[in-house]
């Protein structure tokens, strides 16, 4: 079973900070999603990144997947209350149809 | 649009009884998944299918069992029900596998008592 560590576990800041959550396996995966999961519903995806090196940006979310496709980072800019939620990366390695999800972040953005 | 629809919401079981999840999606993806999510954690995959006919195990299957008989319906079996098995259960599909969307349900919380 691949594992996928994800740090911090728990991250609680204020309005305007910066922030960088971090997924980290062992394993390579062919591709890595990122999820924002809000109290009492389902995840939705954020991204997808396939590429070794890729970087994707959505609005002040960057997104980047490692040179050796076993890591990836989300960065933050300037957060807001509204990116309040659980941030999941899932690893794909490619030898069956099927997502491993890390641990989970929670964040936490106050006013 | 309906996208992946969960029931029940809600429910609670004693230990020992038997119960079935329903999950149904009207987008006619082929790939289904039953996922487990325990308080603040990750998703651990129960079962998933590649299309009508076919399952298999996930992570953590022992306790639960599936069937796919068409591509719209994907049940999950709990038999014997423990309080191990307490948790929100997620099903999931996608079009394309492995890079696709996955579209989540809102969850299924089930307490086992």
């Known amino acids: 079973t691949q594992l996928l560590e994800q740090s911090p576990q728990f991250l609680s800041i204020q309005e305007g900070e910066n922030l960088t959550v971090y997924c980290n396996s062992s394993?390579?995966?062919?591709?890595l999603q990122w999820y924002r999961q809000e109290p009492g519903e389902g995840p939705v995806l954020l991204v997808t990144?396939?590429?070794?090196?890729e970087v994707k940006k959505l609005k002040r979310l960057t997104f980047q997947f490692g040179d050796a496709r076993k890591d990836s980072s989300l960065h933050i800019t300037a957060a807001q209350p509204g990116d309040t939620g659980l941030y999941l990366c899932?690893?794909?390695?490619?030898?069956?149809?099927?997502?491993?999800f890390g641990t989970g972040t929670r964040l936490q953005v106050t006013l | 649009n309906a996208g992946v629809t969960q029931t029940p919401k809600f429910r609670i079981l004693k230990i020992g009884q038997s119960m079935t999840l329903q999950c149904a999606q009207d987008m006619n993806h082929n790939y289904m998944y039953w996922y487990r999510q325990d308080p603040g954690m990750g998703l651990k995959l129960i079962y998933y299918?590649?299309?009508?006919?076919?399952?298999d195990k996930g992570e953590v299957p022992n306790g639960y069992n599936v069937s796919r008989s068409t591509t719209e319906y994907f049940p999950l079996r709990l038999e014997l029900a423990a309080p191990s098995q307490t948790s929100v259960y997620f099903c999931a599909s996608t079009l394309i596998s492995p890079t696709g969307e996955l579209f989540f349900g809102e969850g299924s919380r089930l307490t086992v008592l």
């Open positions: 899932a690893g794909e390695t490619g030898t069956a149809s099927k997502l491993t």
């Open positions: 394993s390579v995966f062919s591709s």
């Open positions: 299918s590649v299309g009508a006919g076919i399952t």
């Open positions: 990144v396939v590429t070794g090196g």
